[in-house]
């Protein structure tokens, strides 16, 4: 890279140079990240200001820094910054873009660079030009959400846009690799904060507009205008040629902002009239569809789309539009959309399962009820039940508006609606959960909510839910690999996790072998709650496996049984000893109710326990379904007596976590050689 000087970087740009000159070679807003010759960008934040960490920069090699007035007094008062040159700006982020443009060459001027502005869509509308522009013989870079693609290497990133020298930079590293066209997302703060200042966009594509962000933008005007800086006149990023999605009225809006600037957009649309639109479908199979496109130019096309749903036809016109303005013939772009997949958006996971489960990074009310309907058609379209669960939550330290009305976009449109965590961020997650099932139980209607907090337990209870021919969508996250909680980013993949428990789900359902004991463990610290549902998991499970007496197919040879083993439960609800005990025994009735063959209670010195014992008795008809026994160590030596009544390989086995499973499991596959399968519901 060659070096820029201070002086020429002063040019038009409204900087004052403090200092002898020098030159730079690259920029960053990382001090840590200053390599030899960089120009340090120390910008005032919300709790700290970056020349703070001026002689951080000057220690990795910075030769200059770039601040605000008083960044400038911050450096000057640490003498061994009192010669290094400083550039200064009233508001330096104003002008880093085209800082961080010059050093690195303007390399945006060198590409075809494609942007994509919009709320929703803007992922699959930049993966689906890709396709486009490389079935055309480009060679082709992507700025998106999900990832970073170089020539087909992909490279992570957190950031829809990243920050303006990280962009620069990576310009000039994709020309260095023969990159000759750029597609990139442009999301409203990248463009409102400048990051994208410096780009040369030849195409600019609206998707459309709904309620987002306006924890930051306020408004939906504020955040129109947010998206509209790619497309107004004198903006430093006005796009050269405009493509905008009318099927909204933001649509339309976009389009007259364009025409304001004395320019013409092409517009698409699926619903009306416009330069691209859809003149009738042709065929619609399950996760396609193929549409007879109109063009400009007065021509019709067949076009197939690899995704389901009409937002998707709108998204590959849109993309179509935007790689013809860019030079494409339309035909071989549309030819090269048919293999695309794009991550986490309804994304498959299919483990085998006699029903669909999808993962869509739908997180707006808008996006959550399109998605929805489009499963809903699909499901029906195929000869499905039509029920659908859907499993989300609303991210912490954003747009709080937003939260009750994805609860009611979801109850309107799903059957289960399970309200989880999403990323709590630095909020208390339950404040935002109920948030959410507020805007859910307000719509009136036959959709049954539930609230878990741990998103990998609400996963589990849609899927636990679902039957032949039913639909699970997990919402929210998408693509995304960790899951932020007061400040720590965990790992946790929707698509990963929901692939987990379908595996565990179908080796529950796979049919018993003879030599193994399957065991069930429930939590004591969830209380009777936690108990009884655990209980009603068993009998679900020996129903499908054809385990236990009440559930032997007739004339069947298995004497399979199905066993609970507990001990205490803990209270959760600070009940007295008394109303405790009336919990236990009505949990021991429940037991015996539900044709569980046998039950051990566990503690024969506790009440509770033995009113356990008691209400299996006095449920059951001959006093044989329940046995107390004395403690952990009394249940292993009753397991090891060998004319004892005690579960067997083919069996099923729900047990108390705790102590008690340890001591169980230990028994059963060191002492007595058992093979178990510890199952996960």
Known sequence: MTPVALSVLQQRSGLTLDGADAEVSGVTLRAQDAGDGYLFAALPGDKTHGAKYASQALDAGAAAILTDPAGLELVRADRRLSSMPVLVHPEPRSVLGVVSSRIYGDPSSQLTLIGVTGTSGKTTTSYLAEAALRAAGRVVGLVGTVEVRVDGVAVPTSLTTPEAPDLQRLFAVMLERGVDTVVMEVSSHALSLGRVDGCHFAVGGFTNLSQDHLDYHHTMDEYFAAKARLFQSGSPTQAQQAVVCVDDEWGVRMAQVVADAGESAWTVSTTGTGDWSVVRTVRSDPGSQTVLVGTPQGSELEMTVPLPGAYNVANALLAIGMVTAAGIDTETAISGLTAVAVPGRLEKVDRGQDFLAVVDYAHKPAAVEAVLATLRAQTEKSGGSGRIAVVLGAGGDRDTEKRPLMGAAAARGADLVVITDDNPRSEEPSAIRAAVVAGARE???????????????????????????????????????????????????????????????????????????????????????????????????????????????????????????????????????????????????????????KVFAVGESIRAVRALHQGAVMEGSWGEESELLTDVAGTVAHLRDADADTPAPGDIVLVAGGELADALLAYWRDEAGIEVEVLTR
């Open 443 to 597: 719509v009136v209607g036959d959709a049954e909510i539930r609230e878990v907090g741990g998103r990998r337990e609400a996963i589990a209870a849609a899927v636990d839910w679902a039957r032949a021919g039913d639909v699970v969508l997990v919402a929210g996250k998408g693509h995304e690999t960790g899951q932020e909680i007061d400040g720590v980013k965990h790992p946790f993949d929707d698509r990963v996790v929901l692939g987990e428990l379908l595996d565990a789900r179908g080796a529950a359902e796979a049919p018993a072998s003879a030599g193994t004991l399957r065991v069930l463990i429930s939590d004591r610290s969830g209380g009777i709650p936690e108990a009884r549902r655990m209980v009603r998991e068993l009998v679900t499970l020996a129903a499908d496996s054809g385990v236990g007496s009440a559930h032997r197919p007739p004339g069947a040879d298995s004497t399979h049984r199905t066993w609970v083993i507990f001990d205490e439960f803990l209270d959760t609800d600070g009940h007295d000893e008394n109303v405790r005990c009336l919990e236990h025994d009505g949990l021991g009735r429940q037991i015996v109710r539900l044709a569980i063959d």
